[in-house]
């Protein structure tokens, strides 16, 4: 067997891509995972409040460990906000560079 004809092999097409309406339920699993990213954006939201605040406490009482561990909270709070917030476009965009893949 030719090496071309060996790639040919390892590079079949089996034709399939995502398409809406293949099963039921789809509007189920969206709602639902709308759901849980408001969830997720809401418990943010607590988290970067008690952040703020340990900041603040481990700064007026120069408790240094305090006062990083308060900021540590905070960056990771907006780092997982920045996620939450732009799931959908990273998923799209990894999807559109994906499909292009040949």
Not at 4 to 21: C, K
Not at 42 to 57: F, N, R, T
Not at 68 to 90: D, F
Request: proline residues 3%; contains cysteine.
């Amino acid at each position: 067997m030719s090496v071309s004809r060996r790639a040919n092999d390892l590079a079949y097409d089996p034709g399939i891509s995502p398409e809406e309406g293949g099963l039921p339920g789809l509007d189920v699993l969206r709602d639902t995972m709308s759901s849980i990213n408001l969830f997720g954006i809401i418990a943010i939201v607590g988290a970067l409040s008690v952040a703020g605040v340990v900041w603040a406490y481990g700064h007026f009482s120069a408790s240094h460990g305090a006062e990083a561990k308060g900021k540590q909270g905070v960056l990771v709070s907006a780092g997982c906000a920045l996620l939450l917030g732009a799931a959908n476009g990273i998923v799209a965009f990894f999807s559109n560079i994906g499909s292009q893949v040949e």
